[in-house]
């Protein structure tokens, strides 16, 4: 038996958001298209009982991605579901000093 599993990473409110630079409507639809296929794949994942796994930066008071902000939430589309690991992380690397909670 193989050993799967979907990570999802950095797929939050605003993560592709930069200040201060605007997006063009066919870049937001690109976008937007994206984060529906990483849905399909997790949906696909679930269905075959194959693990979902979620990184999620969690940024200081005052960052775009600060800890528990609107922005810093997981994307609607993506919503970790009960027993889905949560893995959070302050760096840029998804794996340096991670920790994780279950939902």
């Not at 200040?19 to 794949?41: F, N």
């Not at 690991?85 to 794996?95: E, G, L, R």
Request: glycine share 4%; hydrophobic share 45%.
């Amino acid at each position: 038996m193989a050993n799967e599993a979907v990570i999802v990473i950095d797929v939050q409110n605003v993560i592709l958001d930069i200040p201060g630079m605007k997006r063009s409507i066919e870049t937001q639809a690109a976008l937007d298209g994206l984060v529906a296929r990483i849905a399909t794949v997790v949906e696909r994942a679930r269905n075959c009982r194959i693990p979902v796994l979620f990184v999620q930066h969690d940024g200081r008071i005052g960052h775009r991605l600060e800890l528990g902000s609107p922005s810093w939430q997981i994307r609607p589309e993506l919503t970790p579901i009960c027993d889905e690991p949560v893995i959070h992380k302050t760096a840029c690397d998804s794996f340096f000093e991670t920790k994780y909670s279950i939902l």
